[in-house]
């Protein structure tokens, strides 16, 4: 076997895997999000109906029934994780007033805001 041969039989698969690798790790970089990003994005987009401090209390939630949820709660956000976050997020909530922000809002606002909602007291307090 040449040296270029045999080098080439080395090099490829730790090529790939640093590659591999390296998408993974930004993978699960954009996925954790921005709270302090999202926080800008939820108050221009969601403190509307579930208040600037998360509490469900926004002015345009007070007259809607079901309420927004209260995301400070933790038996409010019993059993919401970050897969029910984001499928809410961007397909909305049926039965609800919740608007689906898939067309209004990039992958990455929509990581930002779940990086945020984490962040106000009721995520993950409960299960």
Not at 4 to 13: D, E, K, N, T, W
Not at 22 to 39: C, H, R, S
Not at 46 to 75: I, M, R, Y
Not at 109 to 122: F, K, N, S
Request: aromatic share 8%; glycine share 14%.
């Amino acid at each position: 076997m040449t040296r270029g041969v045999r080098m080439s039989v080395y090099a490829i698969p730790v090529v790939l895997v640093m590659a591999f690798s390296f998408a993974f790790f930004i993978v699960q970089t954009w996925a954790a999000g921005d709270a302090a990003k999202g926080e800008k994005v939820y108050k221009a987009n969601c403190a509307v109906c579930h208040g600037d401090k998360g509490d469900g209390k926004g002015p345009g939630g007070a007259a809607l029934t079901p309420k927004p949820t209260d995301f400070t709660s933790p038996a409010g956000m019993k059993g919401i994780d970050d897969t029910r976050l984001h499928k809410s997020i961007i397909e909305g909530r049926p039965g609800t007033a919740m608007i689906g922000f898939a067309k209004t809002m990039s992958a990455g606002d929509i990581e930002d805001v779940i990086a945020y909602i984490t962040t106000l007291g009721g995520f993950g307090k409960v299960k």
